[in-house]
């Protein structure tokens, strides 16, 4: 199967395709953090390359309601729009299976409902991370090891976050997919 895994520099979900023996390819306006088949630039210079699958995770810094406190800005100079547009036309693509994963927020609530909703702990992985997948022609993603949810951290405003997301203040650690998730969709959607 040809995959074309778009907005990820990681190379997880790339890689966890070919070592089930599929044609991969990330694709990230940022290089590939790890050797591998990765287009950096627009991932609509190879779009329609005749993909059989795409697994992409469009940026979610626009449209996370992680940062809804500064969706009015966002909302007045028009980056939430362009944001809106990019995931739009990534689910228009001509691609016959799609995932788009993102975390709750404005996709759900502009363009349509996440099919499911996923949890690093039900991959493995002692976190919490509420993802949405929106799919196309895919089915639900099915835990592959349901473990404990993860530690907390009140921080000194009181806030509740998970501790894996305290101790990563690097907002880039914090968007890559989670191994076992990778590896659930390689091998459930291979």
């Known amino acids: 199967m040809k995959v074309l895994v778009a907005c990820e520099c990681s190379g997880r979900v790339r890689d966890a395709f070919i070592k089930r023996g599929h044609e991969a390819v990330s ?15 627009d991932v609509f210079d190879i779009l329609y390359d005749g993909w059989d699958l795409m697994i992409a995770h ?5 449209l996370a309601v992680s940062g809804s406190r500064w969706w009015p800005e966002k909302i007045a100079d028009g980056r939430q729009q362009r944001a ?6 990534l ?28 949890q690093p702990w ?15 022609n895919l089915p639900l993603l099915q835990p592959t090891k349901i473990v404990d ?3 907390f951290y009140i921080s000194p405003k ?15 650690e914090r968007s890559r997919t989670f191994q076992g998730i990778a590896d659930a969709m390689a091998e459930q959607w291979g």
């Open 27 to 41: 694709c990230d306006l940022k290089p590939t953090e790890v050797e591998g088949p990765h287009y950096q630039g």
């Open 58 to 62: 469009p940026p979610c810094t626009d």
């Open 84 to 89: 809106l547009d990019f995931v739009r036309k």
């Open 91 to 118: 689910m228009d693509a001509p691609i016959e299976k799609i995932c788009i994963e993102n975390p709750v927020g404005a996709i759900g609530t502009h363009i349509r409902k996440a099919d499911q909703y996923i």
């Open 122 to 136: 039900q991959f493995g992985h002692e976190a919490q991370k509420k993802t949405g997948l929106w799919l196309k």
């Open 149 to 151: 949810k993860g530690e």
């Open 158 to 172: 009181g806030k509740k976050l998970p501790k894996w997301y305290s101790d990563n203040p690097d907002p880039v």
